[in-house]
């Protein structure tokens, strides 16, 4: 088992790192930006090393600042967390030809899916439906290639989303309504790869609504071992940012359950993958079908939800094969038994818009008890940075049925206060309590079509006037 590990990230998710490390008795090095110098992660972990500005293109994306604090920290292994660098191919060469373990799948495993077009062909091959899109990366969109994406999207329909081939966790993407805005959507999405990820190619699919959005977690050793953790459903999001994740999902039947484990356990054979990887699918309710969206071939920031279902820390999974040892569970060890449903809170104001929120905490209180986690990189007195993403904690509960799930998340999101930031506490508060969520048949489009931010404004505006009198 390795000594020290360097978690190459920030926030909640450097912090949930941590701690698995700790209670394994590794040793952490933790990197940070002169944003970061404060930050819990930095303070938690056994040692902490500055890797420049705030900017994630000069710290948290600068692989050789990155890799010099690793050889210079001497930790034998790097986990890269979800975004930044962890789905970078690249990244996991360098850090093997730096003799550095990189606790996510080898690059040449990495390489057979990235840029992410190349999952869409894999899938081809193996008989499972994709969405309709471009099976090709776009490199470049000048005025002689933006012909070749406007035959591409007039060819599948409108809308369109744009994605990009680094990306994940809906990062990045844009949607085009019609010919007119596609070249807008191209030029967002180029941009956000080459800052977000340092990759500007992106591809183009057909925009899918009113579906859900199902993935299969699946961990896999060098030995051949191969099992799922079950599904979790993530369907209520925003700007393909989701908000809310629960597992198992309510509304598949036993047979299409079966038939979406198979396809994910096909896609880790198929690419003969070691690790954590999820593979996710949009699942039509009207028409029991379901399609492949992508392949996360590392730690997903919803996988937290998974584990607390199926009872199995993934995290420790994920650095135990990396060190080589065999998987700890076999299929048949593997039971969802509970349910649990995790809540994204973040420091934006959902009845402006999920207006951006930076600013000092100034007062904090979590809730706890039964059935309760809270997966979080704040404390009181932390400045919230406006260089980053918004995320300030999960908050995840698990209960023997869905219906003592939601009333045990109903209780957490009441006893919890944050001062100092406006947050998406209400918006959570309002979703857990609309019948279509108590029902489980949301899909993507829930936030709109059941009037989700409209509702959080109008009880802004009752809470103001109580507040006012």
Same mark, same amino acid.
């Given at each position: 088992?390795?000594?020290?590990?360097?978690?190459?990230?920030?926030?909640?998710?450097?912090?949930?790192?941590?701690?698995?490390?700790?209670?394994?008795?590794?040793?952490?090095?933790?990197?940070?930006?002169?944003?970061?110098?404060?930050?819990?992660?930095?303070?938690?972990?056994?040692?902490?090393?500055?890797?420049?500005?705030?900017?994630?293109?000069?710290?948290?994306?600068?692989?050789?600042?990155?890799?010099?604090?690793?050889?210079?920290?001497?930790?034998?292994?790097?986990?890269?967390?979800?975004?930044?660098?962890?789905?970078?191919?690249?990244?996991?060469?360098?850090?093997?030809?730096?003799?550095?373990?990189?606790?996510?799948?080898?690059?040449?495993?990495?390489?057979?899916?990235?840029?992410?077009?190349?999952?869409?062909?894999?899938?081809?091959?193996?008989?499972?439906?994709?969405?309709?899109?471009?099976?090709?990366?776009?490199?470049?969109?000048?005025?002689?290639?933006?012909?070749?994406?406007?035959?591409?999207?007039?060819?599948?329909?409108?809308?369109?989303?744009?994605?990009?081939?680094?990306?994940?966790?809906?990062?990045?993407?844009?949607?085009?309504?019609?010919?007119?805005?596609?070249?807008?959507?191209?030029?967002?999405?180029?941009?956000?790869?080459?800052?977000?990820?340092?990759?500007?190619?992106?591809?183009?699919?057909?925009?899918?609504?009113?579906?859900?959005?199902?993935?299969?977690?699946?961990?896999?050793?060098?030995?051949?071992?191969?099992?799922?953790?079950?599904?979790?459903?993530?369907?209520?999001?925003?700007?393909?940012?989701?908000?809310?994740?629960?597992?198992?999902?309510?509304?598949?039947?036993?047979?299409? $359950?079966?038939?979406?484990?198979?396809?994910?356990?096909?896609?880790?054979?198929?690419?003969?993958?070691?690790?954590?990887?999820?593979?996710?699918?949009?699942?039509?309710?009207?028409?029991?079908?379901?399609?492949?969206?992508?392949?996360?071939?590392?730690?997903?920031?919803?996988?937290?939800?998974?584990?607390?279902?199926?009872?199995?820390?993934?995290?420790?999974?994920?650095?135990?094969?990396?060190?080589?040892? $065999?998987?700890?569970?076999?299929?048949?060890?593997?039971?969802?038994?509970?349910?649990?449903?995790?809540?994204?809170?973040?420091?934006?104001?959902?009845?402006?818009?999920?207006?951006?929120?930076?600013?000092?905490?100034?007062?904090?209180?979590?809730?706890?008890?039964?059935?309760?986690?809270?997966?979080?990189?704040?404390?009181?007195?932390?400045?919230?940075?406006?260089?980053?993403?918004?995320?300030?904690?999960?908050?995840?509960? $698990?209960?023997?049925?869905?219906?003592?799930?939601?009333? $045990?998340?109903?209780?957490?999101?009441?006893?919890?206060?944050?001062?100092?930031?406006?947050?998406?506490?209400?918006?959570?508060?309002?979703?857990?309590?609309?019948?279509?969520?108590?029902?489980?048949?949301?899909?993507?489009?829930?936030?709109?079509?059941?009037?989700?931010?409209?509702?959080?404004?109008?009880?802004?505006?009752?809470?103001?006037?109580?507040?006012?009198?």
């Amino acid at each position: 088992m390795f000594h020290k590990i360097i978690i190459a990230n920030r926030g909640e998710i450097a912090v949930r790192i941590i701690r698995t490390c700790k209670e394994m008795g590794i040793r952490t090095v933790a990197v940070y930006s002169d944003a970061d110098a404060s930050s819990l992660h930095v303070k938690l972990a056994d040692e902490a090393y500055p890797i420049g500005p705030a900017e994630a293109a000069q710290s948290y994306l600068n692989m050789k600042k990155i890799l010099e604090v690793a050889t210079r920290s001497k930790a034998e292994a790097l986990h890269p967390g979800y975004g930044f660098l962890a789905e970078n191919p690249e990244f996991a060469a360098t850090c093997e030809k730096h003799k550095i373990v990189f606790i996510g799948p080898p690059s040449e495993c990495m390489y057979k899916i990235k840029p992410k077009h190349r999952a869409r062909q894999l899938m081809k091959m193996l008989n499972i439906p994709v969405t309709p899109g471009s099976d090709e990366p776009i490199t470049d969109s000048t005025s002689k290639r933006f012909s070749k994406i406007e035959q591409i999207a007039e060819s599948i329909g409108y809308p369109v989303i744009v994605k990009p081939s680094g990306g994940g966790g809906g990062i990045g993407m844009f949607v085009a309504g019609s010919r007119k805005d596609l070249k807008d959507a191209v030029r967002f999405v180029e941009e956000r790869g080459r800052k977000d990820f340092g990759i500007p190619s992106f591809y183009v699919e057909k925009l899918l609504t009113g579906v859900k959005h199902v993935e299969i977690q699946v961990l896999a050793d060098k030995y051949g071992n191969v099992i799922h953790l079950g599904e979790r459903d993530c369907s209520v999001q925003r700007r393909f940012q989701k908000l809310i994740e629960e597992a198992p999902c309510q509304i598949l039947s036993p047979h299409l $359950r079966m038939k979406m484990f198979v396809a994910a356990l096909d896609v880790a054979v198929a690419l003969e993958y070691v690790n954590a990887l999820t593979v996710e699918f949009f699942y039509i309710p009207d028409t029991q079908e379901f399609y492949f969206n992508e392949v996360g071939s590392r730690l997903q920031a919803e996988a937290c939800v998974t584990e607390l279902a199926a009872n199995v820390d993934i995290v420790k999974e994920q650095i135990k094969i990396a060190a080589g040892e $065999r998987l700890s569970y076999s299929q048949d060890d593997v039971s969802l038994t509970a349910h649990s449903i995790d809540c994204r809170i973040t420091a934006e104001d959902a009845s402006r818009n999920f207006f951006p929120s930076p600013g000092k905490i100034t007062g904090l209180r979590l809730p706890h008890g039964l059935g309760v986690r809270i997966d979080e990189g704040i404390y009181e007195g932390y400045e919230v940075a406006h260089d980053y993403d918004s995320l300030l904690f999960k908050l995840l509960v $698990r209960g023997q049925t869905r219906e003592e799930t939601i009333l $045990r998340m109903q209780r957490a999101l009441g006893e919890m206060r944050i001062e100092g930031v406006e947050t998406t506490v209400l918006f959570h508060q309002v979703a857990l309590e609309d019948e279509t969520f108590k029902s489980g048949k949301h899909t993507t489009d829930f936030i709109v079509s059941r009037g989700i931010i409209q509702k959080v404004q109008e009880r802004t505006r009752i809470l103001q006037r109580l507040g006012n009198g």
